[in-house]
């Protein structure tokens, strides 16, 4: 049976409540974390805790602190019996219940909700992209935070797949490049790696820090910017990263092949040196 935290008891996931007055159910006043534990060790997990803090401070409401959300994100994965086995974890941090209205109680109780499941991550297959059809707003205070906000990234990732395509690419209002719906976007152009700088507007990926910090261990040039659309179109190759996909190539985007539409080189050499990082121990 699945079990679920729920604000430091587990429940069985069929029956687990959070209070219909919870902000995080009524407005989005939240904030959340999928993480993936190889064989019971979280990748990341302290820049997942620290992106989950600096979102809450944004949004001006303290979280638990981020050792007793570790430790509950561990015991969710023990209480499931995945401590062997490669598992998928949710965390969700929302502002708590709270009154009718906008304005949160001054005192509000964060409500805590960690999912874990069985996750295989194996080889992702390619992805192919298209433009999504509104722009994203880098200059909103939302940008760049994981919020419990995900409109956007739904409308445009349904938009994605009824054009038959896998993911939707953000650009923003000055027309450049900013990520995937669910995904950071990198690509490769004359040897080097280009991905979208943070002020473009996309989350701060831990994945897209560990494929950098990858990249600079390979020697890579990488090249951080604001980049037009037709940048990605002429892109030798490229890929999306996130916890779940790791790195997966893209090979079609707005309907025409990346390079030679297949997944590049420079594509399976960092997806290469990110797995040796997960076997060799994890940051
Ligand atoms: C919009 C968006 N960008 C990027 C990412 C990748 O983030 P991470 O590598 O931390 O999983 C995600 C993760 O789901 C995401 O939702």
Redesign the pocket.
Known sequence: MSLVYVNGQMQPAQSAQVSARDRGFLLGDGLF???VAYRGRIL?LD??LT?LQHGANVLGFDPPPAAELAAAARHTLAANGLQAQDAMLRLTVSRGAGPRGLLPPAQPTPTVVITAAPWAAAAPAAQTAISVPFRWDAASPLAGL?TLN?LP?ILGRQAAHAAGATEGIFLNHAGHLV??????LFWVSDGALFTPALACG?????????VLALAAGLQLPVVEGAFPRAQLLQAAEAFL????IELAPLTWYDGQPIGRGEPGPLTRRLQAAFRTMITAGLP
């Open positions: 974390e999928t993480l990341g820049q997942h992106r994981k995900y990234q990520e995937g719906c669910a995904s950071n996309p989350l701060p990926g831990v994945t897209r820090a560990f990263t996130n916890s779940l």
